[in-house]
């Protein structure tokens, strides 16, 4: 007689083989549908041998970088045999994420449930609603995991967590990932090794798999974080004993978050920079004014950063290429970002920085002053 005990955790029934095949043929058209999107090389003007470039992810299905994240996601629990027919999906989300899984469960024809802070731009809720999706908020942004987790317990659900499954869910070695993508784009170009790629941080997941993917190829390229003033990521990087913050979040939202996510990986970061959200808002009205696309929030703190490489590069006679990503549209916060009323009501000068940068790409001038916060974590 075997002496193993049995499991107390609670067993889910198979899943439908069948329709799983079914799920997986069209995660697979889908994706086949859905071209690479493109890498544009922004213009710099006095700033001769530094090349720069931005990913436009706006260009997804979903409208944003978290297209890449919601498919990975949802493979990820298909293959796992958390997704069945009918599986109610529930996600935490400051709302893209939450827009672009909407989109997959209604691929699938699976109820989807998005809880989110009150805060969340409305446009961003009405493209949940476009899927078929519900929104359910809270007002404080820290409630959003255990009330998605409630919900998915109370519905027989599946909460994604994408800020604990972000960093495991996606293939960082290759398979057309988003940093493959980047370097398979930028092959061909002056500086074809980027000295640096830019990124921000909500789950963890990008920086994560670019992170992984540089080291596995053996690249000299340098990761940067680019994250609010008011997230925990920077300050957990200068002091590995802050793990959370309280306070006001960021008005930018996609990145920043007040706890330590268990899908970010600190030690694949090279160096960080906090951005003021005016600093980023207005970033992103002049890069929509150079590309002619409109430019997201999270954009404008990833182009801060870059901003502040370059100069640094530009100042030690470096020549060399930065990438970084165009995240979302600023379609997507014309209620907010986009709306001087908006702004003013929080006391944000979104003009000064905005002329300052459109200044940085268009002369060549220096920034008139650098974000109050910046480090190297490795030499």
């Known amino acids: ?80 045999g958390w997704i069945g027919p009918g599986t109610t999906i529930v996600e935490a989300s400051s709302g893209s994420t939450a827009v672009s899984e909407a989109y997959f469960a209604a691929l699938l024809d ?56 972000a960093e495991r869910a996606t293939d960082w070695r290759g398979n057309n990932n988003i940093a493959q993508s980047i370097f398979d784009q930028m092959a061909r170009e002056r500086f074809p090794i980027p000295s640096w790629i830019v990124v921000g941080a909500g789950t963890g997941g990008t920086s994560a798999t670019i992170g992984r993917f540089i080291r596995f190829r053996g690249h000299a390229t340098r990761l940067c974080l680019a994250d609010p003033e008011a997230s925990v990521f920077h300050r957990h990087l200068a002091d590995a004993n802050v793990t959370a913050i309280c306070g006001p979040g960021a008005l930018v939202e996609g990145i920043g978050r007040p706890r330590l996510e268990p899908s970010f990986l600190p030690q694949l970061i090279d160096h960080w920079v906090a951005v003021p959200d005016a600093a980023s808002l207005g970033a992103a009205r002049a890069l929509t004014a150079v590309l002619g696309r409109s430019c997201g929030g999270s954009t404008g703190a990833n182009l801060v950063a870059a901003a502040q490489l370059i100069a640094e590069m530009a100042t030690r006679g470096e020549t060399g290429s930065v990438v970084t990503l165009l995240c979302d549209s600023g379609e997507r916060y014309r209620s907010t970002h986009l709306n001087d009323a908006w702004t003013s009501a929080r006391g944000l000068d979104v003009q000064t920085p905005m002329r300052a940068m459109a200044a940085f790409l268009g002369s060549g001038t220096p920034l008139d ?5 910046a480090g190297r974590v490795l030499p």
């Open 1 to 80: 007689m075997s002496s193993r005990k049995p499991s107390s955790a609670p067993q889910r029934p198979a899943v439908d083989r069948d329709w799983l095949t079914h799920a997986l043929a069209l995660m697979e058209a889908e994706g086949a549908r859905s071209a690479d999107t493109h890498l544009l090389r922004v213009p710099l003007g006095g700033w001769p041998g530094i090349d720069l470039y931005v990913k436009d992810e706006s260009a997804h299905p979903t409208g944003s970088l978290k297209h890449r994240l919601a498919r990975s996601l949802f493979l990820y629990g298909l293959c796992n």
């Open 369 to 373: 002053s650098a974000p109050p916060v």
């Open 110 to 165: 699976l109820p989807f449930v998005a809880v989110m802070p009150a805060s969340t731009a409305a446009e961003k809720v009405t493209q949940i609603a476009r899927y078929g999706g519900q929104s359910h908020f809270v007002v404080d942004p820290g409630a959003v995991y255990a009330e998605a987790a409630r919900i998915a317990a109370e519905r027989g659900g599946h909460f994604m967590d994408q800020f604990t499954h």
